[in-house]
């Protein structure tokens, strides 16, 4: 299966940055490993979108990635890691609006993005989002509503320009989200249960879908965000790793039995 490993120089990726539907030239920019995703200019929706399709028919998955405002007193309105299905027309350009639209939802002019799971950070907060066909709308769950109670993580602090490490590992078959943070010495982990999660990570279906980044900025929050340390990585069913498992001692064998003839 394929997987990301890194934002390298930027090789493999498409970008852009939108100004009410105009394309804008404060375009995310890459550093040696590091993603700027956002900048600190007002009324900004951003995109980062890998290239290459990633294959999960439906396997649970694993991504990580480090978050840090560069503008530590006024981070980005928002930033999420976004998970688009791989049946959407024109995918590496699409966003959202600015603003309160999260790049996701289509405003601004922007057509959005249909179709997608987002695990998005709102400064302290977290926030998942999904759209379906239309993205003229999207289904919002906050922590400190469905996913009652409010998770306190403590001594995690996103406005302090500390890096954050953000650890996500979904597993499909029991539809549970793992989430875990850790800044210096101090981290969180909770496991948000299918019942929380509900349907939300069948937004991007089960055949091949894009991932990426979705950024944005509104009128009173303008802040700069550096990601860094990416990887996302596809998890076989464990039906389907025993089945991968057993064609390779079949191959094997098969080799060893031409191998004896003379």
């Known amino acids: 299966l394929a997987q990301i490993t890194g934002f390298g120089t930027g090789t493999g990726w498409t970008v852009g940055a939108s100004y ?5 030239s404060d375009t995310p920019t890459f550093g040696s490993g590091t993603l700027n995703l956002t900048t600190g200019t007002a009324n900004r929706a951003y995109r980062a979108w890998f290239n290459t399709p990633q294959t999960l028919n439906g396997n649970s998955w694993s991504a990580s990635f480090t978050y840090r405002p560069t503008t530590a007193s006024d981070p980005a309105e928002s930033v999420g890691l976004a998970i688009q299905s791989g049946s959407n027309t024109n995918p590496l350009t699409l966003v959202g609006g600015a603003g309160g639209n999260r790049a996701l939802r289509a405003a601004d002019g922007n057509p959005g993005v249909p179709n997608t ?10 926030e998942i989002d999904v759209t379906g066909a239309s993205a003229s709308t999207s289904t919002r769950t906050n ?15 996103f406005s302090s320009g500390v890096a954050v490490t953000v650890s996500l590992d979904y597993n499909q078959s029991a539809n549970t989200l793992g989430v875990s943070l850790a800044q210096g010495a101090n981290s969180y982990s909770r496991t948000l249960t299918s019942a929380q999660l509900g349907s939300a990570l069948s937004a991007y279906g089960s055949g091949s879908v894009y991932v990426g980044f979705l950024g944005a900025n509104g009128g009173g929050t303008n802040g700069a965000v550096e990601l860094g340390s990416f990887s996302f990585t596809p998890i076989p069913e464990p039906a389907a790793a025993t089945a991968l498992g057993a064609l390779a001692a079949l191959s094997f064998a098969a080799c060893r039995r031409r191998r004896r003839v003379f």
């Open 117 to 126: 799971f987002v695990f998005e950070i709102i400064g302290p907060n977290f």
């Open 20 to 24: 009410f539907g105009n394309q804008a």
């Open 143 to 157: 922590w400190s509503g469905s996913f009652s109670p409010t998770p306190t993580a403590s001594g995690i602090a």
